[in-house]
């Protein structure tokens, strides 16, 4: 019933009464109500925010073996909100869901190892887990994981394969990809030189990447691959 009150299934949206009914759920230890308790009151759905009241319903949610609970509060201890931050305590959280398969603390976990939060700093671990988590479809992962193809960071430098994961990435709107893979084919790294399909550029520009947007500037006023345009 809050699921159906939250999405406006059947009933007016009303995020004050979808909270009454997740409160019922989560005080008698329903996991998923827990976590949508927690996120209301992280976000301030229907409720005054509050990142400690948050953290609090997350945790419940976690120890009852929820991924996405687990990773959120590991967000929390990344960020230092609603408890003190502690990346080595975040890595923890992080873990436990990616061990059980949840693709945004695998790429998560995979940040932390590529820049050395809270453990000893791996390239080739922050593959392993980049790599998890592109193959289960995550864009954010699919574009660090062509980003170390792309540098050879924990890998071997491999520009086709570069190409490969930030197609998939782009594919799902990452605007990061999208300019890598522009500039992919105006240099021809892993790919034939091609002026014409560094119009990726023009996608990653439409969701307001500021560099991408200088340079599509550029491709009209050089006239690469599109008509020259003053």
Known sequence: LGECYYNGHGVVQCYETAFEWYRRAADQGHAKAQFMLAEFYYYGYGVEQSYETAVKWYRRAADQGDGVAQNNLGECFYYGDGIEQSYEVAVEWY????????????????NMYYNGYGVEQSYEIAVKWYRRAADQGDANAQYNLGFCYHKGHGVEQNYKLAVEWYRRAADHNNADAQFNLGNCYIN?????QSYETALWYRRAADQGNAITQFNLGNSYY???GVEQSY
């Open 188 to 192: 021809g790294h892993g790919v034939e």
């Open 95 to 110: 873990r436990r869901a990616a061990d059980e398969g949840t693709s945004c603390a695998q790429f998560a976990l995979g």
């Open 222 to 224: 050089n006239g690469h």
